[in-house]
Nanobody, 127 residues
Framework: QVQLVESGGGSVQVGGALRLSCAAR????????MGWFRQAPGKEREGVAV???????TYADSVKGRFTISQDNAKTSLYLQMISLKPEDTGMYYC?????????????????????WGQGTQVTVSS
């Protein structure tokens, strides 16, 4: 059973930066598809960034140029570097994993494709 544990959230001012981490454990082989999702109060959980085992990245339009998803060489940790943060980036950020990634970018950013989830880490951006 894959277990995902997020860390690195916090409170920052507009324009600030944070780096989220996700430790993956309990798998027999590393997940080939991992990503970050976020959920603001009263809103649906949305895809932020996804990375597959070939290194292909997919980003939501709202974070392109500001967020960078990466993984360590051992594929045991997933990261999300966030810069130029905005108030609309506020929310609970979740790490997610699946054995494989869907083919299309749109599908990759859909939560329905990910069976494994962490508990989330809160990011708050204040003006």
């Amino acid at each position: 059973q894959v277990q995902l544990v997020e860390s690195g959230g916090g409170s920052v001012q507009v324009g600030g930066a944070l780096r989220l981490s996700c430790a993956a454990r309990g798998y027999t082989s590393p997940p080939k598809c991992m990503g970050w999702f976020r959920q603001a109060p009263g809103k649906e959980r949305e895809g932020v960034a996804v990375l597959d085992s070939d290194g292909r990245t997919t980003y939501a339009d709202s974070v392109k140029g500001r967020f960078t998803i990466s993984q360590d060489n051992a594929k045991t940790s997933l990261y999300l570097q966030m810069i130029s943060l905005k108030p609309e980036d506020t929310g609970m950020y979740y790490c997610a994993a699946n054995a494989i990634c869907p083919g299309s970018d749109g599908a990759r950013l859909s939560r329905i494709w990910f069976p494994y989830w962490g508990q989330g880490t809160q990011v708050t951006v204040s003006s």
